[in-house]
């Protein structure tokens, strides 16, 4: 069994019930009939009691729309499985799309029976996600299938959470850490793109095919082990986040606590726990990270700390001087249920500065130098390079599942003034040229003396008649 977490994303699994979106809570549901809306109530009455306005509408529906006045006119979007191949003219792939430029937040729940339609497929494969194109593709393993609804299709996979993850999940919520995933459909991701992350990956033993055309597929499958993806997720450069689940039954009540027999051992399903967390995540209510104050300023021998209050202009001053003992600080707090606490990045990750041109001159790892109620204070020092010109000052944090930070503040790298160079007699090694100088002029002295005062001897002058 493979799987894919950051530790960033065990952190954020800690969340309890009571939680609120960083970016807002309205939360726009598409389910094409209604009368499937009961098999997910359960997810959605959670969704409800976490403070979002769920609205539900037809993806086909007059009054239907991602935006209104040109923004979006929802903070989220949950899209379930729609057996019609167009959703209708406000879910193009361009409006997803767009959508998700505007900071919007979607997961997309897939179904191997119902299909997937074909601006889904679009927006999709648009950010590098591939999914099979033909309906009633499966994702299906002969070692981790649920032996009582799957005994012989095989396609109820049965997968066990990592350490950290299950033990989070048995202390806050009980259960025995393994997710069902009935029917999936799975994802295959680019390898170009960093933005892309893959949170479940299907067991070394799993393979998508299609049952209708077995013979054919079982020879060109789909894809096969760990090239597969149960449940992936894009996090765009303005933060907007998409989660796409293989599986739309992961989130319905029949999944929610259900008993299922994996090699002959009864297991308790921790499915609605899993949605919940998955849920939190996509819909910012974890692992958002935020930029407070950012100074900087020159050692001039005081000790200089940020705190609670507004820095003052001259702690950022616009122009240094090279070769100049300089400090850096800034604050950073992570987003979790509703308020913001002191990031800690994990103990082999490292928040770096760079003071760069055109390139880095310096790259520095940023450690924590105190921490207030709601933030860590990163700072370090060092020295301006020995050379001129246009600085930055440069935090380019990013990592999976945290919301990127980058954060630019400008600067000016002087030369030397006239009078801010050492004297001559303060270098230690000038004395001997110093003392050449005087010797040579103390000689000249010392001749022209000796020539002035030097009378020439007076010669006889014999007189003749």
Known sequence: MRWAFSSALVLVWTAVVAAKSFSGNRLLVVLEEQGEREKYSVFLEDLTSRGYTTTVESPKADKLSLFRHGERAYDHVLLLPAKSKGLGPALTANNILEFLKKEGNIIIALS???GTPTAVQ???????ISIPADKGAVVVDHFNYDATSASEKHDVLLLELPGAIRSSIKNYFGGDGYIAVPRAVGQVLGNESPLLAPVLRAPSTAYSYNPKDEAEAVEDPFAVGKQ????????????????VVGSAELLQNKWFSESAKLAGKTIKTANREFAHKLSAWTFKETGVLKVG????????GKSKKMNTSTAVPENNPGIYRVKTDVHFQVEISEYSNDHLIPFTPASTDNIQLEFSMLSPFQRLNLSPIAQTANATIFGVAFKTPDQHGIFNFRINYRRPFLTNIDEKRQVTVRHFAHDEWPRSWQISGAWVWIGGIWVTVAGWLAFVALWLWSKPAERSVKKTQ
Do not use: C, G
Request: charged share 20%; aromatic share 2%; no cysteine.
């Open 112 to 114: 191997s029976e119902s």
């Open 228 to 243: 597969l993806n149960l449940i992936s997720t894009m996090q765009a450069n303005n933060a907007a986040r998409l989660t």
């Open 122 to 128: 679009s927006a999709l494969l648009e950010l590098d």
């Open 293 to 300: 104050k950012i100074i900087h300023y020159q050692d001039e």
